[in-house]
């Protein structure tokens, strides 16, 4: 029992080791997307510790495993959607992002092991509604 607790131990000390890169850019606020305030306000509390260069890192964002989890969000929630530098896209990439943020918001974002941890950024029909209807898509039929 000892020796399997020393085991963890190393183990998590060893994990620690491996570092993870969490950072956030300089922002150029006029590149950050332009939303109705009611609409801003959702998106920064659910969405921008994900999908923007205003990320807060957690305490917990420092210690393995949960470092390595959360990075992996950030990076890949970036690489899909970036609010922080929405005027860098173009056109048609941001009618995409739209229509993304579109069918996600009904559901799926913010991701459910955010909301966990996250209990404000969770939100109601009412506010996903505002959010789909602000993308300004509409179902097809
Ligand atoms: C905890 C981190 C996190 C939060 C918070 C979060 N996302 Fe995401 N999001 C991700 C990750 C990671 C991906 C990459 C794809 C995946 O893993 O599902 C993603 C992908 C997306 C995509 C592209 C995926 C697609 O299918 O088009 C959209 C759009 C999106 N998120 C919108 C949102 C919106 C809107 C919010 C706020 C209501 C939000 N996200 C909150 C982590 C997050």
Redesign the pocket.
């Known amino acids: 029992m000892k020796r399997t607790l020393l085991i963890f131990l190393i183990l998590f000390i060893a994990m620690q080791l491996i570092q993870t890169e969490q950072s956030n850019v300089a922002i150029n606020k006029s590149k950050e997307i332009q939303a109705p305030e009611n609409i801003m306000t ?2 920064k509390v ?2 921008y ?3 923007s260069d205003e990320v807060n890192w957690p305490w917990y964002s420092n210690i393995a495993p949960f470092s390595w989890v959360i990075s ?3 990076n ?2 970036r ?3 970036n609010f922080s530098v929405w005027e860098d896209y173009t056109e048609e990439e941001k009618k995409k ?1 739209m229509k ?2 579109y ?3 009904y559901a ?4 459910q ?2 909301i966990w941890l996250h209990e404000e ?1 969770d ?1 109601t029909k009412e506010q996903r509604k505002l ?1 789909r209807n602000w993308t300004g898509v509409r179902k097809s039929k």
Request: glycine share 6%; aromatic share 6%; with cysteine.
């Open positions: 959702l998106l659910s969405c510790d994900c999908h992996e969000h950030v890949s929630g690489k899909w959607l992002k993304g943020i069918r996600t918001a799926v974002m913010p991701l092991s955010y950024a939100l959010i």
